[in-house]
């Protein structure tokens, strides 16, 4: 019934414990006692948790014979291609670099999700997803946050 839900739970169970294992042997950047090791380790080990609690939840439910309520995406072409556009992203961050792909992803997903496309719609998406950008570059020059290395902006 639910083997779909489990299979999603497992792949993030397994995606929390390659990031609490890559958490290891990152170099620390921040002051003791929070290193970046430290924070990686306990965001996915609270994920992991939660992973785990879902799946036990379903397998108690399974085995007690409750009939269980099947999620249904509604719209799996939309998800499919939000999935693609995270990945682009996270990829495109080292490649194209942070504030161009942040922008494009923002806009994708504000055109993905909106349901009107017309020019000028786009135009406004254009315009929030580049103002958004700038405060983002303000933000991060108020705090002092180092960017990474990257070919473009």
Known sequence: MRKYENIFLLCLLAVAGLVFAGSMNVKSFLPEPVTAASYGMLV????????VWKL???IRE???GKESRAIKISYPKLLIGMTA???L???GITKVGYFTSTFLFLLAMLLMLS???KPKDIGKFAAFSLVFNVALYYLFQVMSVYM?????I
Not at 44 to 51: E, H, I, P, R, T
Not at 148 to 152: A, G, V
């Open 56 to 58: 036990v939840l379903n």
């Open 85 to 87: 556009s995270i990945l």
């Open 62 to 64: 399974v085995s007690a």
């Open 44 to 51: 996915s080990g609270l994920f992991a948790l939660s992973c």
């Open 115 to 117: 349901e009107e496309r």
């Open 148 to 152: 990474p290395n990257t070919p473009l």
């Open 89 to 91: 992203y996270s990829f």
